[in-house]
């Protein structure tokens, strides 16, 4: 009985951790998009991301489709942005203002 619940216990704390850094679009947009769009999202080599007319599900199509029309990297889907990234990270670009 003992040994099982701390099986629980350890699934439970896995878990939880994983979907702690699953969701973290704050991490996510540091490390793969505040070089080009600026840490606050002001921008940089690409364009302000802070106050976008963008719904997130626009934000997700574009880092997980890409699309044809703008200019790279977006032209492309973002390989390092998966869609579990690319989720956590549009909700966390809608946070920026
Ligand atoms: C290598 C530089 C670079 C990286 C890295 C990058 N972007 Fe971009 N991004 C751009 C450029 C340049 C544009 C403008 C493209 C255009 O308009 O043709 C853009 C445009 C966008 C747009 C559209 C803005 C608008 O108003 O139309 C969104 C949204 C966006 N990026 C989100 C992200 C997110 C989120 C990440 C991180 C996962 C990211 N970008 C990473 C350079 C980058």
Redesign the pocket.
């Known amino acids: 009985m003992k040994k099982l619940l701390m099986l629980v216990a350890i699934t439970l704390v896995i878990s939880f951790s994983s979907l702690a850094f699953g969701q973290d679009g704050g991490a996510?947009?540091k490390a793969?998009?505040a070089?080009?769009?600026g840490p606050e999202g002001q921008g940089k080599?690409?364009?302000a991301?802070k106050g976008?007319?963008?719904s997130a599900d626009?934000?997700v199509d574009?880092?997980s489709k890409g699309n044809d029309?703008?200019?790279?990297?977006?032209?492309k889907p973002?390989v390092?942005?998966s869609a579990d990234?690319?989720k956590a990270?549009?909700a966390y670009?809608k946070t920026l203002k």
Not at 69 to 75: F, L, N, R, V, Y
């Open positions: 996510i947009f793969k998009c070089g080009c769009h080599v690409g364009p991301l976008t007319t963008l626009q934000i574009l880092l029309a703008k200019k790279p990297p977006h032209k973002m390092a942005v990234d690319a990270v549009a670009v």
